[in-house]
């Protein structure tokens, strides 16, 4: 059976890491991107090159008009979802609380929580048997920011994560007994390209000292993880967290 995954995000760092691994597995993946083409374009090239099957898809995952027509985009070009990755997500420049505008925690909430709960939303009514679906995975990206807090650099980053949590509970309770798994990674130092767009370009290197395993981890590591949540290999667990995080 041809499976059908939308991974947000999926156009670098841990997205892309995970619509690769995840073609290989043999899923066809829906590449999401907010702005960069070229990088998605990539993903799907790669993808395709190896024998899979991707295309990319546009949306910012913070307008709901958007996620709506991107998943009838994928209704219409795939076929019948099976599998969520909600990866899309931003943090902002290090500050304190008391230093931060309502402005930044408003485009913090609505892409990284807001998003996620359209996007699974959307999921759940694709995949779920109350609905017709034929059941499915849902795996939420958060982070080891929600256990840690991240002050002195983005504690509205950690909150955010930290509803991520409590989504991923509440929804793989509402949803177990219709064939849907919910869970969640969280994934700690991660060499990405995410860390530069919070004005830390360095801050893997700077903190992997706080590390037990002593150094940062990779986007394959953690797609790694994300890709075994998505599989029948995983078909008894939910609403688990995996940390991967070399033990922070």
């Known amino acids: ?28 993946v829906a590449v999401n991107y907010t702005a960069n083409s070229l990088a998605a374009d990539e993903v799907v090239r790669q993808i395709r090159a190896a024998g899979g099957q991707a295309i990319a898809v546009k949306a910012d995952v913070a307008e709901e008009d958007q996620v709506l027509r991107m998943f009838e985009h994928i209704d219409a070009k795939m076929g019948r979802l099976h599998g969520l990755v909600n990866n899309a997500g931003v943090v902002d420049v290090t500050a304190r609380v008391d230093e931060m505008s309502v402005a930044r925690w408003k485009r913090m909430f609505d892409i990284n929580v807001i998003g996620s709960l359209i996007c699974a939303r959307e999921a759940v009514r694709r995949m779920s048997t109350k609905h017709g679906g034929e059941g499915g995975s849902i795996v939420n990206v958060s982070s080891a920011a929600a256990r840690l807090g991240a002050p002195g650099q983005y504690v509205d980053y950690a909150a955010a994560k930290g509803a991520i949590d409590a989504f991923t509970i509440g929804l793989a309770k509402e949803v177990g007994g ?27 290197k700077d903190l992997q000292h706080l590390v037990p395993a002593q150094r940062g981890g990779t986007a394959e590591e953690v797609a790694q993880a994300i890709v075994w949540l998505l599989s029948e290999q995983a078909s008894y667990t939910t609403m688990s967290f995996l940390d991967v995080s070399g033990g922070r």
Do not use: C, Y
Request: glycine share 16%; net charge positive.
């Open 1 to 28: 059976m041809n499976k059908v995954l939308l991974v947000t995000g999926g156009s670098r760092g841990i997205g892309a890491a995970t619509a690769l691994l995840a073609a290989q597995q043999g899923w066809s």
């Open 178 to 204: 219709e064939g849907i798994r919910v869970n969640a990674v969280r994934p700690g130092l991660i060499e990405t390209d995410i860390h530069a767009s919070g004005g830390l370009p360095n801050r893997v």
